[in-house]
């Protein structure tokens, strides 16, 4: 499958590989392949981003992202249906947290990694992974860039799909932003 990856594609992987590196984080996730999506200038799903204004939020994207992770990766929903049967996750996190330390829900602990040091991807970040693939041959693309990933992690449900959601950067937007004049522009 990787063959099919763009460069672009392939920089927002290893990108991901280098925000997981510098989080100290024991796997890489759909969180840092959202991040690595962030960095990149000049491709596809930049200009998507732009033009849904993403980028110029990034602050507010990486402060849901740690809230979220701060609540040990339950999504708004989730919380909501708690909050329905009278569970109010908030309260149990700042309990959590006065007992056990600040961000004791967010499960950064790394499990033991072999003498490489290489991280690897946690099972939902694989599966982002392949359905970029399948959103690619479902748009008729040969290949994977980098807004094939951005289009799978936006169709996964889950906290990145809720936070891009939140931020105006649903699936129907991003294909919509990936469509228009500049959204065609091929770059990689």
């Known amino acids: 499958m990787f063959e099919r990856f763009?460069?672009?594609a392939r920089n927002v992987v290893k990108g991901a590989v280098t925000h997981a590196e510098r989080a100290d984080a024991g796997s890489v996730?759909?969180?840092?392949?959202?991040?690595?999506?962030?960095?990149?200038?000049?491709?596809?799903?930049?200009?998507?981003f732009g033009a849904l204004g993403v980028t110029a939020r990034r602050a507010s994207v990486e402060s849901a992202l740690a809230e979220a992770r701060r609540r040990g990766g339950l999504t708004r929903a989730d919380a909501d249906a708690l909050a329905g049967i009278g569970i109010d996750v908030t309260e149990i996190v700042s309990k959590v947290e006065a007992a056990h330390g600040a961000g004791a829900l967010a499960?950064?602990?790394?499990?033991?990694?072999?003498?490489?040091?290489h991280r690897p991807f946690t099972r939902p970040a694989k599966d982002t992974l392949e359905q970029s693939l399948r959103v690619a041959l479902g748009r008729g693309d040969r290949h994977i860039g980098?807004?094939?990933l951005l289009l799978a992690l936006a169709a996964r449900p889950g906290v990145v799909a809720d936070v891009?959601?939140?931020?105006?950067?649903?699936?129907?937007?991003?294909?919509?932003?990936l469509s228009?004049?500049?959204g065609d522009a091929r770059a990689s």
């Open 6 to 8: 763009t460069e672009a």
């Open 29 to 48: 996730t759909e969180e840092h392949l959202l991040l690595a999506l962030l960095d990149r200038e000049g491709t596809r799903s930049a200009v998507a």
């Open 107 to 117: 499960g950064d602990r790394k499990p033991k990694r072999r003498w490489t040091g």
């Open 146 to 148: 980098d807004e094939h």
């Open 164 to 177: 891009l959601a939140d931020h105006g950067a649903t699936y129907t937007a991003l294909e919509r932003a």
């Open 180 to 182: 228009g004049p500049a």
